[in-house]
């Protein structure tokens, strides 16, 4: 059951660009919303976050957009940089329980 | 910055035997978690711990692991008798609260091989 999808095994931007990564959830009880980083040999790096009563957060060139209605969630990074270069995982939680991930989507940046 | 640290960063061990996975989380830190992932699978929750007891458990955290707290700085998972389907990766992860802005701090791991 997946309760969080990252439909995109992989993409590809180029340098400069705007990377869009998506995400969808079922739960609709979901309350609370992050993206995670991850190198390979380390552990997921806290990105960037929303609160379900938000539709927008940025964060420097990181900004998460929420769609309650559609429940699907993005995240945009602008301009993109070869240090993009990594797995991206969406994950959500209700209340207090442990975070749901999606299964990620790697991030390649070409020069 | 304060970090997760997790050892060892890789064990390899026989089926059936046991292991521990060993965590310290960030110093203020009140809740305390441990993370799994099968090569090329996703990010799966396993356990949550505060104060000194569990809060939430998934249906993988099943009889042969248990997570304890022994002293006031280290968190541990044990797993009593090892199956080969228990090679992943083992993410511990510790939070300050459960707020709205208070993302995971995740380790950066522990791979366990059973062979």
């Known amino acids: 059951d997946q309760q969080v999808k990252q439909n995109s095994p992989s993409l590809s931007v180029q340098e400069g660009r705007i990377s869009i990564l998506n995400c969808d959830y079922t739960?609709?009880?979901?309350?609370?919303f992050l993206w995670y980083k991850k190198y390979p040999a380390e552990g997921p790096t806290f990105l960037i976050s929303?609160?379900?009563?938000?539709d927008k957060n940025e964060d420097g060139r990181f900004t998460v957009f929420l769609n309650k209605s559609a429940k699907h969630l993005s995240l945009h990074i602008v301009p993109s940089q070869p240090g993009d270069s990594a797995v991206y995982f969406c994950?959500?939680?209700?209340?207090?329980?442990?975070?749901?991930f999606g299964k990620g989507t790697h991030l390649i940046i070409q020069p | 910055e304060p970090e997760v640290t997790q050892t060892p960063s890789h064990q390899v061990t026989q089926m059936g035997q046991e292991v521990i996975l060993r965590c310290v989380p960030i110093?203020?830190?009140?809740?305390f978690y441990w993370y799994r992932q099968i090569l090329g699978q996703k990010v799966e929750f396993l356990v949550s711990?505060?104060?000194?007891?569990?809060?939430?458990k998934s249906e993988i955290f099943d009889d042969q692991f248990s997570v304890e707290r022994p002293d006031g700085s280290n968190f541990t998972l044990k797993i009593r008798s090892t199956k080969l389907e228990d090679s992943a990766m083992y993410f511990c992860?510790?939070?300050?609260?459960?707020?709205?802005?208070?993302?995971?701090?995740f380790g950066n791991g522990t791979r366990l091989t059973v062979t």
């Open positions: 110093s203020n830190h009140l809740y």
């Open positions: 711990f505060y104060n000194n007891e569990i809060s939430e």
């Open positions: 929303i609160s379900s009563i938000k």
């Open positions: 992860a510790s939070i300050t609260d459960r707020g709205y802005n208070s993302p995971l701090h």
């Open positions: 739960n609709s009880m979901f309350d609370y």
């Open positions: 994950a959500a939680r209700r209340g207090a329980d442990g975070l749901t």
